[in-house]
């Protein structure tokens, strides 16, 4: 494990952070390639016998299509950019990903609910590495069956890198939450490995 990842204090998890995996410069020259290069979309999603837009952008890229809240992504070819971020991040975790789901959060509203990464063609227990550049915003997890449990905030800053594998997306849910705060656009990626 690299040494900037910090392991937290999440019982029946597996969670690591570290908060300045990239450096400032290295942040900033991903952060404006990855609004440039990546071919954003904005996806819908029946909610409630209603097609409603996702409260983001979306992009998904590597080697396998994925369905998630009953979207099927075919995969893009990878971009220079997600190579070089992916082989680092690889690198950093000691894990191979085959594939990449970008979000884009325009804004404080932007958001993405309580959920678990548990699609059963991620694995029974899922590594996936998260990487966020831009603005900074609020993350938290709360455990699926201990209700007695607290929940646990912080925030996920520009060029920093989250790991969650083990139990965790079986025991937890994470999202980020709204803010009223005015907030510029937010990245985030997370690497993932598809297994069918």
């Known amino acids: 494990m690299h040494p900037l990842l910090r392991k937290l204090p999440l019982p029946d998890a597996d969670v690591w952070y570290a908060p300045n995996f990239f450096s400032a410069a290295e942040s900033d020259l991903y952060f404006t390639q990855l609004q440039q290069q990546v071919t954003w979309k904005q996806e819908k999603i029946r909610m409630f ?75 029974p227990e899922p590594t996936i590495a998260s990487v966020s550049f831009g603005a900074e ?28 594998q083990g139990p965790t997306q079986r025991n937890w849910l994470h999202s980020i939450t709204k803010t009223t705060r005015a907030t510029g656009h937010r990245i985030n990626l997370t690497f993932r490995n598809i297994l069918s």
């Not at 069956?145 to 929940?151: E, F, L, R, V, Y």
């Open 49 to 123: 016998g209603k097609e409603m837009p996702l409260p983001r952008l979306t992009a998904w890229y590597g080697d396998k299509a994925y369905t998630y809240s009953g979207l099927k992504n075919e995969p893009q070819p990878w971009l220079p950019v997600l190579q070089q971020l992916k082989t680092q991040v690889e690198q950093a975790t000691n894990y191979s990903y085959n594939s990449v789901l970008l979000n884009l959060y325009p804004h404080g509203q932007s958001s993405m609910g309580w959920h678990s990464d548990d699609e059963p063609e991620l694995g």
């Open 137 to 164: 915003r609020r993350f938290g997890f709360k455990h699926r069956h201990n209700k007695a449990q607290q929940n646990l905030y912080f925030t996920l800053v520009h060029g920093s890198l989250l790991l969650m």
